[in-house]
């Protein structure tokens, strides 16, 4: 075994201000991921947050439909006296709707701390996506259908001779139309989250 | 300047090569990303073709729902002096929303196309597929809430409510009644088109 040797010439003066300039490659791409974790646990946050949101709202509105009850202080042997949410078999829909998608929100919750705890995991963003699309398409069809007969019910229908019922059950009209509005709030939460579920899924 | 000068000793150079098997390794892992980045693309862009032809036939949908909405008219041949025998969509303002809502929403597909084409021909670019999600969402929601509204005043004029007192139109007014259906169902449909756009634009943005 022949060892080779060989001569290096070392300059006695090396720069100080050469020493420390070694190009870190590496690092910046650790960087790069962990910068862009960082912006999608707060989207996370964000779309934690807004589902506590639409819980609560999406409840309200469904018990606030649910107690609409009114009961006139006179009557006759002919006429109705008494209004309440299951006269209206859309309100029942809403009423039955909106408890339903609350239960899905809370159901919902568990995934969405996944997405906090690991933000970079694509499955149970795009499971609470497509959910949160089906439930965005129920919610809004659960409450606008219930605002076309909450405004028929303040405005009537000349043609049809369909009489504005709320000139006599105000209290009912007004309950009613407060919740048909928590409801659209909850649809415009939805919407945010779907459009968060769908920004948080964009690759780099 | 004294110079240095210091004596290395270099071992018999081993038969293994190393400088080589890095540049293999190097060279795997750059076809690798190439052939992912293939792949990706090669799905993304059925995908995209997937939603074109979705957007066309929702284009289809919810014209044909406005147009049949907007000539739901009948008029009854007989009359009196009292009561109303005509029927048509601008009778109820909810029909009225209606036909302007749904006839928004095809000028918006119509304008989403060239978005569609894009996403298309840059299966990996992002931009495009999350302004269509975004303006996707909006107008869901705009047709469920038109198509939804409609459908609440059709279930009315067929059955009526007897606590309110509202009786049922569609015992008079029988063809108009099933126009007015005949639309809700196709606004619905195109409901279904937009969910399936939006799930198709989420899974296209999905990283690897």
């Avoid at chain 1, 649910?66 to 008494?82: K, N, R, V, Y």
């Avoid at chain 2, 293999?24 to 059925?46: L, M, N, T």
């Avoid at chain 2, 008029?75 to 749904?102: C, H, K, N, R, S």
């Avoid at chain 2, 126009?179 to 899974?203: H, R």
């Amino acid at each position: 075994m022949k060892n080779e040797s060989t001569i290096i010439d070392v300059p006695a003066e090396s720069s100080s201000a050469m020493k420390g300039k070694a190009p870190l490659i590496g690092v910046a791409r650790d960087h790069t991921t962990s910068g862009s974790g960082g912006y999608k646990r707060g989207l996370s946050i964000f779309d934690f947050l807004l589902r506590l949101a639409a819980i609560v709202a999406a409840s309200v509105a469904a018990a606030t439909m649910f107690t609409s009850d009114e009961t006139l202080p006179f009557f006759t042997q002919f006429l109705q006296f008494q209004a309440g949410y299951d006269d209206l078999p859309t309100f029942q829909f809403f009423v039955i709707a909106m408890s339903m998608i609350a239960g899905y929100l809370v159901l919902s919750l568990p995934f969405s701390v996944v997405t906090i705890v690991r933000p970079l995991a694509t499955a149970p963003r795009l499971l609470l996506l497509v959910l949160d699309t089906a439930a965005l398409a129920f919610s809004t069809a659960a409450a606008s259908s219930a605002a076309a007969i909450s405004y028929l019910a303040h405005n009537g229908n000349q043609n049809t001779n369909w009489l504005p019922i709320c000139q006599q059950f105000g209290d009912f009209c007004q309950k009613t139309s407060g919740s048909v509005v928590s409801s659209f709030v909850a649809v415009v939460f939805f919407a945010m989250l779907v459009v968060l579920s769908g920004v948080a899924l964009k690759r780099h | 300047m004294a110079k240095e000068s210091t004596t290395i000793d270099v071992g018999e150079p081993s038969t293994v090569t190393k400088s080589t098997s890095h540049v293999v390794v190097d060279e795997k892992k750059k076809k690798k990303s190439f052939v992912a980045a293939a792949a990706g693309g090669g799905y993304k862009r059925g995908l995209a073709i997937f939603d074109f032809l979705l957007r066309l036939a929702a284009i289809g949908i919810t014209i044909a729902a406005s147009s049949v909405m907007f000539t739901a008219e009948e008029t009854l041949p007989f009359f009196t002096q009292f009561l109303q025998f005509q029927a048509g969509y601008d009778d109820f303002p909810t029909f009225q929303f209606f036909v302007i809502a749904i006839a928004i929403v095809a000028g918006y597909l119509v304008l989403s196309l060239p978005f569609s084409i894009v996403t298309i021909v840059r299966p990996l670019a992002v931009a495009p597929r999350l302004i269509l999600l975004i303006s996707d969402t909006v107008v869901l929601t705009l047709t469920t809430a038109a198509a939804a509204a409609a459908a609440s005043i059709v279930y009315l004029a067929h059955n009526g409510n007897a606590n309110t007192n509202w009786l049922p139109i569609c015992q008079q007014f029988g063809d108009f009644c099933q126009t007015t259906s005949t639309a809700v169902v196709a606004a619905s449909i195109s409901v279904v088109f937009f969910i399936l756009l939006i799930v198709i634009s989420a899974i296209s943005l999905k990283r690897h």
